[in-house]
């Protein structure tokens, strides 16, 4: 089944340190979006990607990079700079004017 | 610019009860509209859509349809089960050139008890 897999599902992040969450669509969609949930504010769009080798940065990229080496890959860096990690990350997709299609969602906490 | 003003949460009801989630929009030109559900632990799955004003979005018992006169896209079901108890969003997407972000409302918490 074609879909999108975001991994790991739970990542601890230590003080000073960058992590990558990962995203995978074998949908052959050119976009590709980052999202950040928070309770009671929805989501926000961190970065997104219509095509491969070029992204644009959302409302809330400070703390954050990407990059789009392939078309089935998106993978979101949570830099050191991001002072406030704790959150539900979700990555989607989509083709044209298509609705987006979404991963499960990586929950990333501070240790 | 754009934005989704859904109403606040959370919302309970009785199972069988008749549900309504408000969904109001501010936008320029002919936006798209959608309605997602989010289980819990999970990402977000779309429920609906509607593309042109007056359209009538519909799945698994859930209506929604795209008032452009009131900018509203109200979400309603005749009888809510407990499975249907998850977080739902309205958001708009207006294409800005092949721009096609979404801008999504704050989400809604319905619980369904049996």
């Known amino acids: 089944d074609g879909g999108i897999t975001q991994s790991p599902k739970y990542l601890f992040r230590k003080e000073g340190q960058n992590v990558t969450l990962s995203c995978e669509q074998n949908?052959?969609?050119?976009?590709m979006y980052w999202y950040r949930q928070d309770p009671g504010q929805g989501l926000r769009l961190i970065y997104y990607s219509q095509i491969v080798n070029d992204f644009q940065k959302g409302d809330i990229a400070e703390g954050y990079s990407v990059s789009r080496e392939k078309k089935e890959s998106f993978p979101l860096t949570v830099t050191s700079a991001q002072k406030n990690p704790t959150a539900f990350y979700l990555c989607?997709?989509?083709?044209?004017?298509?609705?987006?299609?979404f991963g499960d969602g990586t929950r990333l906490s501070i240790l | 610019g754009n934005s989704v003003t859904q109403m606040e949460g959370p919302v309970t009801l009785s199972e069988e009860a008749f549900l309504t989630i408000n969904c109001t929009y501010t936008a320029t030109g002919y936006p798209s509209l959608f309605w997602y559900v989010q289980y819990p632990g999970e990402g977000l799955q779309l429920l609906l859509k509607a593309t042109k004003a007056d359209d009538k979005g519909s799945n698994k018992g859930f209506e929604a349809t795209y008032r452009k006169e009131t900018t509203s896209f109200h979400l309603e079901k005749g009888s809510v089960q407990v499975s249907d108890s998850a977080v739902y969003f309205c958001a708009l997407m207006n294409s800005g050139g092949s721009n096609y972000k979404l801008t999504f409302g704050k989400g809604t918490l319905l619980t369904v008890n049996p």
């Open positions: 989607a997709s989509s083709r044209g004017d298509q609705p987006q299609h």
């Open positions: 949908l052959n969609h050119d976009a």
